[in-house]
């Protein structure tokens, strides 16, 4: 499990599996509104719209490093993922 906490605004947000294989699932993502997986260049490379749910698919990512940004109007929380 990776977390990163908003110690302002006190959000908790983590994601399982570490390491990432076909999907993800980000608990406290309710708190923002947009999900973007980075790849390491910086090039968004996969994003979603937080409507409902907390699942996010990513079996057509490439193994390797991401970055997940996760963008609230007050906020943007970032964590590592690995994705095998």
Same mark, same amino acid.
Do not use: P
């Given at each position: 499990m990776r977390?990163?906490?908003d110690s302002a605004a006190e959000i908790s947000v983590s994601f399982t599996p570490v390491p990432a294989? =076909?999907?993800i699932i980000i608990d406290g993502v309710e708190n923002f509104k947009l999900v973007q997986l980075v =790849?390491?260049?910086g090039r968004v490379v996969k994003q979603y719209a937080v409507t409902t749910g907390n699942t996010f698919d990513i079996h057509e990512l490439s193994a390797g490093m991401y970055m997940v940004r996760l963008v609230s109007d007050h906020a943007v929380e970032t964590l590592k993922m690995v994705k095998q």
């Open positions: 977390e990163a906490k294989h =076909d999907q =790849d390491l260049s």
